[in-house]
């Protein structure tokens, strides 16, 4: 049967996450009862590049799924958006790709974005897109630590203790921090990323941003590789997955 890409956007705070958890509503569980039309009513697998964790968000995630309906990649993406609704979850790209691609294991890159409104009042137009921080926090601070973070490590001080990860070890290829207007954004860039490190890396830059610790800390954690001795997991409101890179690229449309 043909198989196709899929490049997602989507709000997740209806969500549990991407991942089909029982009876509760996720991407997943959404995106494969959609294709169910497509695939002579049977609900197919549709495995994700990366999987997000409950609220949090996606602009150009991607996906596969294998379908028996062989048509232009333009219909499959049309067909599916037509049957998501009233779910904010959206197929902005289709591909058909070689039987045995895979969005996990053929991506190359993942990059995150991460929002923080840094301002004494709460959001009133985009509550559950980014996290209200009232302090005022150092952009530049932040940004400096995150510098002595980059590259190969093992970077257990900012893994879940839930994370299924064989092993510890990343390559963070980007960590920027800059302040836009009012909020503080940061942008994470890696092949892979262990579960929560993104948000847990939030975290821990925040205590820096906003004075309680010096710029060397985020390194001194990293070194130590003690998650209980790292800043707070930022909640998953402000965090958005950016996009997943392959080469080459599917042949969008």
């Not at 980059?150 to 970077?155: A, C, I, P, Y």
């Not at 879940?160 to 940061?186: H, M, N």
Request: hydrophobic share 40%.
């Amino acid at each position: 049967m043909p198989r196709y890409a899929l490049r997602l956007e989507y709000d997740g705070t209806e969500f549990c996450g991407w991942q089909r958890q029982g009876d509760l509503p996720s991407v997943q569980k959404v995106l494969e009862e959609a294709c169910a039309f497509l695939n002579h009513g049977v609900v197919p697998t549709a495995t994700a590049a990366g999987r997000t964790d409950a609220g949090v968000h996606a602009e150009a995630a991607v996906a596969d799924v294998e379908l028996a309906q062989d048509l232009p990649a333009h219909r499959i993406r049309d067909a599916i958006n037509f049957r998501t609704l009233p779910h904010p979850v959206v197929v902005t790209a289709a591909a058909r790709v070689a039987d045995d691609w895979s969005a996990r294991f053929a991506c190359i890159g993942r990059g995150y974005r991460y929002r923080i409104l840094n301002r004494p009042s709460r959001p009133g137009m985009e509550p559950g897109k980014v996290w209200h921080v009232k302090r005022r926090l150092d952009a530049g601070a932040m940004h400096a630590a995150a510098q002595g973070l980059l590259g190969k490590h093992d970077f257990s001080a900012f893994r879940a203790s839930s994370c299924q990860a064989k092993s510890p070890l990343r390559t963070l290829d980007r960590l920027d921090v800059s302040r836009v207007g009012e909020e503080v954004v940061i942008v994470a860039e890696a092949r892979s990323f262990l579960h929560h490190q993104v948000r847990n890396l939030v975290g821990t830059l925040v205590e820096v941003g906003d004075g309680r610790r010096p710029v060397s800390w985020p390194r001194t954690l990293l070194e130590g590789r003690d998650r209980t001795k790292a800043g707070m997991t930022a909640p998953p409101d402000g965090l958005v997955f950016r996009y997943a890179k392959y080469e080459p690229e599917p042949g969008w449309v």
